[in-house]
């Protein structure tokens, strides 16, 4: 895609772009429905989204991308996601990513400094 693509397409394009790509992370991931609005903010069957929805794409796609990084196996990375993680209190990556993207996004970006 060049930059000159990128200008022209529309904030609502992009944001269905982002959901489609985090519809297969969410697979990859293997989220019930429940964890899936909860991720993406926005029903599996429904392809109505707004374009505030991009910052949380980007989020999940920097997370995907992250972990690919710092793990050996698509496997081991997938199954981080919803482990419990003692760097979120316990919590799991996911639950933390429902309520907000960005700490996990910042958490994995500062492992790969």
Not at 63 to 91: C, S
């Amino acid at each position: 895609m060049t930059s000159e693509t990128l200008r022209s397409t529309s904030p609502q394009e992009m944001a269905e772009v982002g959901l489609r790509i985090c519809r297969r992370i969410a697979r990859a991931w293997d989220l019930n429905e429940s964890e899936q609005i909860g991720l993406l903010g926005i029903a599996p069957q429904s392809n109505e989204v707004h374009p505030e929805s991009l910052e949380r794409f980007s989020y999940i796609l920097g997370i995907y991308k992250n972990l690919r990084i710092l793990y050996p196996t698509e496997e081991r990375a997938n199954q981080w996601v919803k482990r419990p993680n003692r760097a979120f209190g316990g919590k799991s990556a996911l639950e933390i990513m429902i309520e907000d993207p960005a700490p996990v996004r910042r958490y994995l970006d500062a492992q790969l400094v």
